[in-house]
């Protein structure tokens, strides 16, 4: 009876706008955050739920397998020599698979940029002829063990690095990162980019190459776990890994570089490029992730990747088989000059980050982020605490400060997504929609519902 002794309250289940007149009255209410499942289809939910004891099961030994890599830097090599199934007219792309005239902007201008680094064309009008010839043959990175950042272009003369999963026995590959603003990876394709490319492998490669023979290897999952205490979240924020980075190979590359000039420079470039460690944290990533394929029954999310048309995922237990959705535009931060109009949809191999329980997912330990979109540290608080919703479980080694060193939510169930609403949340650049511009800004979206709609949907009636 001391209920109805209390102040009345209200809990509004229905649209916002109706706590408008509750308001205007007085009245204390407060919003209840619901949001649908991503399916109609209840007879899979129901299907699912029945399964739930063996799911459950195969999602810790997906995730076992996954939080026990050790992903580690152990060399470096050129992309036709050690990337499995790599040929001269093979270019790797960001995403799900595309084909040329499905392909966005910026990912026709990193194949066109590509192309004349190779030395197969010699201007951008014979590059853009070339790549629609049917002569050049395309796939996803994933699908050859590989990430890319952005358009995520990797050709054959590319110089990339070697990460092992030294738990097991899978290696992942991505390309030395070029910097920020007009380079490939956006879709600039200009004298400079290729120049800088050009550099990229002449120089910055076998001197990097040399200091890591040197080392042995760089353990990169103690390293990203020392990043999150300083502030990075290894995806749009990479300056604490880059410095990391910097600090375990400088010395090596003093000691190997013949030339102290040379040596100066490649550390300089390294210096002045605070995304340079992102690409690590992509292989990382992936060859973490890859040691979680492959277990029937799991509705472990292992890659979640954009090409900028399409979004993709692909789950442990649905072997390599792709769900896909349209990719959206990011909400951003813009250069000067340039607003959301201008923008491309989503684009990048780099959301394996969050695939791995970084990135968005560890927006709470680097709340300078949401400062993209005029959000604040609370914001990026919550949107990691949404993110373990959706997840089979928290990280063992990577660990968020503010949250009492909680580890971070990992790996993503595709069935509490399809359950819940709540989808992935995505921090990341933004590239022009033309081609040969370069990047425009940076921002955070949460991904599409289609691709884990369809990805749900399979799962569910295949158990």
Known sequence: MKLFETELKVVNI??????????????????????????????????????????????????????????????????????????????????????????????????????????????????????????????????????????????????????????????????????????????????????????????????????????????????????????????????????????????????????????????????DNDHFFLNLSMALSKASLDAGRGVKDSSVVVAMARNGTDFGVQLSGTGGKWFTGPAEVPDALYFPGYTKADANPDIGDSAITETNGLGGFAIAAAPAIVQFVGGSAADAVNYTMAMYGITAGENNIYKIPYLNFRGTPTGIDVVKVAKTGILPFIDTGVAHKNPGVG?????????PAEPFRKAFEAFARGL
């Open 439 to 447: 990047q425009v800004g940076a921002g955070v979206l949460s991904a």
């Open 14 to 271: 229905g649209l916002e706008s109706f706590r408008q007149g509750l308001n205007d009255a007085g009245v204390k209410s407060v919003q209840a955050q619901f949001k649908p499942p991503l399916s109609t289809e209840t007879s899979l939910f129901a299907k699912a739920a029945k399964a739930s004891g063996r799911v459950e099961k195969a999602n810790r030994k997906a995730l076992d397998r996954i939080l026990g890599a050790k992903p580690a830097l152990v060399g470096m090599g050129v992309a036709l020599e050690v990337i499995p199934g790599m040929r001269r007219d093979l270019i790797l792309h960001a995403g799900p698979p595309v084909t040329w005239d499905r392909m966005c902007g910026p990912m026709r201008g990193g194949i066109m940029a590509a192309l004349m680094y190779e030395g197969m064309a010699k201007k951008p009008e014979e590059a853009e002829r070339l790549a629609a010839s049917g002569k050049i043959k395309y796939a996803p990175c994933h699908e050859h063990g590989a990430v890319g950042p952005m358009a995520g272009i990797i050709s054959a003369s590319m110089p990339v690095f070697i990460v092992k999963n030294e738990a097991g026995s899978n290696y992942a590959y991505a390309t030395q990162n070029e910097g920020l603003g007009k380079v490939l990876r956006y879709g600039a394709y200009s004298r400079d980019v290729i120049e800088r490319l050009k550099w990229m492998e002449k120089t910055l490669y076998p001197v990097l190459k040399a200091a890591i023979e040197s080392l042995g290897r760089i353990d990169l999952k103690s390293m990203v776990a020392q990043a999150l205490h300083m502030g990075d979240e290894v995806h749009n924020r990479n300056r604490a890994g880059t410095s990391l980075l910097y600090r375990a190979i400088a010395p090596a590359v003093i000691k190997t570089c013949p030339d102290p000039e040379t040596a100066a420079k490649v550390l300089e470039f390294v210096n």
